[in-house]
């Protein structure tokens, strides 16, 4: 039988917790209606379960479910011991960096903003215009994410400092999107819900951790433009080349008819809002994609 090794990087090491949060009470719930055992291990509790396994194929019957802020290192781990993980390393640390992500998708030919390191800010913008959008390139959640007004505003940024081994991005400012953006969750090969998230009145980050509103589209509407061509492709594509078995793609809003640029991929999505917004159960559709014979 398969099991699921879920992999949460959270702020706590208190597994009585998981019981009460959100995300891993779906779990388990998902996997008892499926008698899939499951079990949770925090990132810094890896080395210490790979040390106490003792049945050789006991990785052969076991995936591992990556969630949260989980090191790429720990993910290596898992993998160099015959582990599966969903998503993997490589997949998650191409999603993971803004930069890196970005630059992917232009030799793809998706669309998406002009993005650039600070130290290149202007060789890539020329002379930029602004506003433009300065974030994290490892970040999450929309911390951090400004709007940025002016060169001096810019340099103010790009000099203020980060956690270790982070750096700021740039990029450029879609304000036909201001406040509003589309995601798109897919699990393995087919789009399970798109939906748009809207910030608060007068914000113009949209995430749903800093008070933004999610509302479910249909998928058919949202994704074609005015030639009838469906942009599900691209979720496709993306899905394909990043390697990634299920994860988000946030679209922003062209003006116009002229469709959609993609923002930002994401390989562990948070599923609470969601869930909310469509009714769907996002938490079962993991673990049956985990389950499957080809994760």
């Known amino acids: 039988m398969r099991r699921i090794l879920a992999v ?3 702020k706590t090491r208190d597994y009585g917790y998981l019981s009460r949060f959100y995300p891993t009470a779906r779990l388990l719930e998902a996997c008892k209606n499926r008698s899939i055992p499951l079990r949770f291990l925090f990132p810094a509790d890896v080395r210490d379960f790979l040390a106490g396994e003792r049945l050789p194929d006991t990785s052969e019957d076991t ?16 993998e160099s011991s015959g582990y599966a993980c969903v998503n993997s390393a490589q997949s998650t640390r191409l999603a993971n960096d803004k930069f890196e992500t970005a630059q992917f998708l232009d ?21 930029p215009h602004y506003p433009l959008v300065a974030k994290p390139r490892h970040g999450s959640r929309g911390v951090g994410v400004t709007l940025v007004k002016s060169p001096l505003e810019a340099r103010r940024i790009a000099g203020t400092e980060l956690s270790e081994g982070e750096e700021w991005i740039f990029q450029e400012y879609i304000e036909s999107s201001r406040g509003r953006d589309l995601r798109v969750f897919f699990a393995g090969d087919r789009i399970v819900a798109c939906v748009e998230r809207r910030a608060p009145a007068g914000e113009f980050v949209s995430n749903t951790s800093l008070g933004g509103l999610m509302c479910e589209l249909a998928v058919d509407h949202a994704f074609r433009h005015d030639g009838g061509e469906p942009w599900a492709s691209m979720v496709h594509t993306i899905a394909r ?3 990634l078995k299920y994860g988000t793609v946030d679209f922003l809003y062209l003006a116009g008819d002229a469709g959609f640029t993609v923002c930002e991929i994401n390989a562990a999505p948070g599923f609470e809002g969601l869930e909310g917004a469509t009714g769907l159960d996002i938490a079962g559709i993991l673990v049956d994609l985990l389950i499957s014979a080809n994760p």
Do not use: M, N, Q
């Open 8 to 10: 949460y990087g959270l």
């Open 241 to 243: 080349e990043t390697g």
């Open 63 to 78: 995936v591992c479910l990556i969630r949260g802020a989980v090191p790429i290192g720990t993910i290596e781990l898992l």
């Open 107 to 127: 030799t793809l030919g998706i669309p998406t903003p002009r993005t650039a390191r600070a130290e290149d800010l202007d060789k890539a913008f020329g002379s």
